[in-house]
């Protein structure tokens, strides 16, 4: 059943976040592994990174009223708390300001980027107290 939900958000992706998977090919040649449309718990986000718990959101007009602010606010909590950083973009800086966007996730994946492999994790950081919104970039 989530894939099929999985793969019908894929399939109804708007130019903001086929531009996004774009700007994510050079990082993802470059080894970071991103999804789209990856499950955590009970929310379907728009790209992770699981590795370095890293969520990637693309904002539309909808995100705008506080009603749609106050849901993100819960749903980046719960993301948080499962130890990933939340990266949120306006459809607008996706598509007008790439360059800025791509330099702000590559910055974040550097800072996410393990000091030393940690037997635990297999040598993954959470780096979940990590709120970031960038939909002002």
Do not use: C
């Amino acid at each position: 059943m989530a894939t099929e939900i999985a793969r019908k958000l894929r399939m109804r992706s708007g130019e903001p976040e086929r531009v996004m998977w774009r700007l994510l090919w050079p990082l993802r040649k470059a080894g970071h592994h991103f999804r789209r449309q990856a499950q955590i718990g009970p929310y379907f986000v728009d790209f992770a990174s699981l590795a370095e718990h890293l969520v990637i959101e693309v904002d539309g007009d909808t995100h705008g009223n506080e009603k749609a602010q106050a849901v993100d606010k819960r749903r980046d909590a719960y993301l948080r708390s499962r130890g990933f950083a939340v990266l949120r973009f306006w459809n607008n800086d996706v598509m007008k300001n790439s360059e800025g966007v791509f330099t702000v996730i590559s910055t974040t994946l550097q800072s996410l980027a393990p000091s030393s492999p940690s037997p635990l994790r297999g040598g993954v950081r959470g780096g979940g107290e990590q709120q970031i919104d960038k939909r002002d970039v």
